[in-house]
């Protein structure tokens, strides 16, 4: 499936490692991304646009930026389609390109997530596109929270619907929730439930690869935690958000009289977006090689 996306899955599942999903909505962060990531060349990433992100760039458009930058790396780069919200949007972002989908039906009851997550998949797989489903509530949005987020045992994935979920649909890999969140918390950011995500493992085997989304602002030891519970695939988008921010608004008033926007953006906002990603990817190395 595109470039042995799936081969790729299942040498880090063998491995217990992981691999990052970074999203971007414009060229600076992508660019960022690229110049983190190119300091631990073979090193394997995915690219993300959630459906806002993609409808802001144009389906066609990142999916041409994406297969330009694989002509000049050497790292393995795949591009997913985050959290699509409809068997339309997905089917565009297929024809227009995207390799990987995947699809948020976590807002329906179980069986009208599990009845149209099949649609997508049969429809997908027929083309040889990898498929992400998710189940369970995931609270928060990509931002930064000052108030602490209580988290209910009701919102998480439970095992034994993960399964009847997987059975059903068929999907490729599955977005759970364990703890984790959308967004950054200040105060009191919730711990992943490592035992549950074992649970899950457990009950999935390795039919499927577990994805967790929210990765922005978990401790390095718990994204560690949860890869050797069975965690494959970490998407980061917050924490590249707040980069991007920090570093614009400095830039800004360092370039008052400025009116050339690769002025002000280069080199400050793609480096400081490059320094998350080196940050990230160290966590992950012993874990690939």
């Not at 409809?86 to 227009?96: G, Q, R, T």
Request: glycine fraction near 8%.
């Amino acid at each position: 499936m595109g470039q042995n996306i799936k081969s790729i899955f299942l040498k880090l599942q063998k491995k217990q490692g992981a691999i990052y999903q970074f999203n971007f909505s414009d060229l600076s962060q992508l660019r960022g991304i690229i110049q983190g990531t190119n300091k631990t060349e073979q090193i394997p990433f995915i690219l993300g646009t959630s459906e806002g992100e993609s409808r802001y760039l144009g389906l066609r458009l990142a999916v041409s930026v994406v297969k330009a930058i694989k002509k000049e790396i050497k790292n393995p780069v795949f591009l997913n389609l985050d959290h699509g919200k409809s068997f339309d949007y997905i089917k565009k972002a297929i024809n227009s390109g995207y390799k990987m989908v995947h699809f948020d039906g976590s807002g329906l009851s179980l069986g009208e997530n599990i009845k149209l997550t099949k649609k997508i998949v049969d429809f997908a797989h027929k083309r040889g596109i990898f498929v992400e489903g998710e189940i369970g509530y995931l609270k928060g949005e990509s931002k930064i929270y000052k108030k602490e987020l209580q988290i209910k045992s009701s919102d998480m994935t439970k095992p034994n619907e993960a399964f009847e979920f997987v059975r059903k649909t068929n999907v490729d890999s599955l977005a759970i929730v364990v703890g984790n969140i959308h967004g950054i918390y200040t105060k009191n950011h919730p711990r992943l439930d490592i035992e549950r995500i074992k649970e899950i493992k457990n009950k999935l085997g390795s039919r499927v690869f577990l994805v967790l989304h929210g990765g922005s602002g978990i401790p390095n030891k718990e994204l560690k935690e949860a890869i050797r519970a069975g965690i494959v695939k970490i998407n980061i988008n917050t924490e590249i958000r707040v980069a991007w921010r920090e570093a614009f608004e400095k830039s800004l008033k360092f370039h008052r009289d400025e009116v050339a926007p690769y002025k002000i953006i280069q080199p400050l906002v793609i480096n400081n977006i490059a320094k998350i990603v080196e940050k990230k990817i160290k966590i992950l190395k012993t874990s690939i090689n």
